[in-house]
């Protein structure tokens, strides 16, 4: 017989693919509770001000239409705690798209006509959504998204900067980005005779939307059960339960029926989160030998009006690049807008793309390659702390892509390379992710048959987090992976943190592998066979978790991008693109390659077709469905390599790794602009590089 291979860093197939793909794996709106009841949230269609009157009589009138809840019926909330969550509590309107009523009817149908009849007046006034970089409101946040300082100063950078002898001074705008997962938001409450509430919802942690519910609804977590076991994805803005959450449960309440709702998608961009708007001063300063002396970047974001969040995309440029004087800001502007969040790669999606093309930039004025001028900058020390890097693996990423990639038969003139009316360039930029991590609990259950059970409140939101942390504990078991099973995507199981910040491999899967160690030396140390109910162990990692590392932490990776661009027409079709990362221990190959490829896809989206337009008289993005708001298709993604490096890191947690979700879009777009340029000689700033821009 053949030795089994070992569990971790094996290609193992995805556990739920095949109830994915032949439909029996249920997500949150496809749940029917006899009796359910199907509710649609109303938006505003103000960009400010309040409500007047709702009238509901001809909506009530309506077959099927059982109920209409406004500010004025709908349950009253105690203080949830995110602002977004306060729905239907008073007449207030922050922004377009606030729901300002629900329609619950027999069929989706029927709360969709329920809602056309609602007849609506409200007070507008006037409302303010155009962020501009001399807004008056403008001002400087004490923290940033992620809790880090909005500013940081080390040196004179000022001075630095105008006795550098080369110097780049240069603005780059990113628009509103929207998340647009497969699985749009969707909640199914119910309340039971004894007042538990269950609810299945689409969500990155239904820990967190069970602690969220208890807020806003003023009872115990043991009275709630929130379920997520299979999510189409989130990238952010499921991370936090949104407003049909609460508007199910509400409604369920209300009506003493199950109720489901499933945003409309051109619902979502109102009330999931975008990425804010960036607007990127930068400023690199370098010697004669591409030395950077100087690095200086500012961020000009905006807000709503009802929660501060701030984009921290100035934070990569605090670790990337060695400096001897280095300056990072954000300024931030309230606006009546819908609230901004979570994106893949919140801070350094749009912050590396910025920088990424500054030095491109640079190394166009040196006159040198650019993947040389990163590794010459390659800091020794993490610059923003002077902590030691756990491991840093760009200059690695930077050389196996490049001789991948067949990097250096580039000629570096732009403009040069045409095939027919195509002209051809090639482009590089480097990723960086920060490590984190957060407490998890786990259990693991030995059964009399050999066989294991895990349990732990993961979720699944398309990555094979199942799969994974089956391999994590068949590795600290010392058991074939065939022999466990996990249980994941539900709150009655321990306790643990959300899909989100590309920590949850390394957090769940940290106390998969506690559990999973005390239960086989438990094994180890019994003299007889495990008794008939098996043994179980809990275990968690607050006290793992609880002290920052002294090192440095964070993945790294290297993008390498080929295009074609159109003379006539400004089209841009990238032709390939690898990606080359250094995450710590690769735990699945199969998996990792897939998140990977992910992540630079949508970083093709934010490169070439996503765009958001502020209407400033509307008072709202102008873009809110998928005809509108471009998601790349398959025609726009070409063959794209994900590769990786062997990276020992012993100071992250018990399997090595760090976190993949995010890193791949991390650096794309500056990768496929920076060909861009190389085709054209144009130096595009704003994404994104839409044909319109390049003519
Ligand atoms: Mo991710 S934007 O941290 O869910």
Known sequence: MSQAPPPLGTPVVRREGRDKVTGTARYAAEHTPPGCLYGRPVPATIARGRVDAI?????????????????????????????????????????????????????????????????????????????????????????????????????????????????????????????????????????????????????????????????????????ITAVSEHVGGGFGSKGTPRPQTVLAAMAARHTGRPVKIALPRRQMAAVVGHRAPTVQHVRLGADLDGILTAIDHEIITHTSTIKEFVEQAAVPTRIMYGSATSRTTHRVVALDVPSPSWMRAPGEAPGMYALESAMDELASALGMDPVELRIRNDPANEPD???????????????????????????????????????????????????????????????????????????????????????????????????????????????????????????????????????????????????????????????????????????????????????????????????????????????????????????????LTEASTMDPVFGDFTESDLASYHVPACADVPEIEAHWIDEEDPHLNPMGSKGIGEIGIVGAAAAVGNAVRHATGIRLRSLPLTPDTLL
Not at 100 to 113: C, I, K, S, Y
Not at 461 to 480: F, H, K, W, Y
Not at 497 to 506: D, E
Request: glycine share 10%; charged share 20%.
């Open 55 to 223: 009238r509901a009589e001809e909506a009530l009138a309506l077959p099927g239409v059982h109920a209409v809840l406004t500010h004025e019926n709908a349950p009253r909330l105690k203080e949830p705690d995110d602002p977004i969550l306060a729905v239907l509590q008073n007449d207030r309107v922050p922004h377009r798209g606030w729901p300002v009523a629900l329609v619950v009817a027999d069929t989706p149908e029927g709360a969709r006509a329920g809602a056309e009849s609602l007849r609506i007046t409200y007070e507008s006034a006037g409302h303010d959504v155009l962020l501009t970089e001399d807004h008056p409101g403008l001002y400087t946040p004490e923290t940033v998204n992620g809790d880090y300082p909005a500013v940081r100063e080390r040196g004179d950078t000022d001075r630095a900067f105008v006795t550098a002898p080369v110097q780049i001074d240069a603005t780059y705008t990113v628009g509103a980005l929207h998340n647009h997962p497969m699985e749009p938001h969707a909640t199914t409450a119910q309340w039971d005779e004894n007042g538990h509430l269950t609810v299945h919802d689409s969500s990155q942690g239904s820990t967190k939307v069970r602690d969220s519910l208890v807020t806003a609804f003023g009872i115990r977590p043991q009275q």
């Open 385 to 607: 702390s002077g902590r030691a890097f756990s491991s840093r693996g760009l200059a690695a990423c930077l050389e196996k892509g490049a001789a991948r990639f067949g990097w250096y038969d580039r000629d570096p003139r732009p403009a040069i390379r045409e095939e027919g009316p195509l002209l051809l360039g090639t482009g590089v930029a480097a990723a960086t992710y920060p490590v984190y991590i957060a407490p998890s609990s786990a259990s693991a259950h030995a059964a009399p048959d050999g066989s294991y059970r895990i349990r732990v409140n993961a979720t699944d939101i398309g990555t094979g987090a199942r799969t994974v942390l089956a391999q994590i504990a068949a590795e600290a078991l010392g058991a074939p992976v065939e022999n466990v099973r996990t249980d994941i995507g539900s709150s009655e199981l321990p306790d643990a943190p959300l899909a989100g910040g590309s920590a949850g491999t390394a957090s769940w899967g940290w106390s998969v592998h506690k559990a999973c160690t005390l239960l086989r030396r438990q094994l180890d140390e019994r003299a007889g066979p495990v008794p008939a109910d098996g043994l179980t162990v809990t275990a968690d990692t607050q006290q793992e978790t609880a002290e920052e590392s002294p090192y440095a932490r964070h993945a790294f990776g290297a993008h390498f991008a080929e295009v074609a661009v159109h003379s006539r027409t400004g089209e841009v079709r990238l032709r390939r693109m690898l990606g080359v990362f250094a995450a710590g221990r690769i735990l699945n190959p199969r998996t990792a390659r897939s998140q990977f490829i992910g992540g630079m896809t949508m970083g093709i989206g934010m490169a």
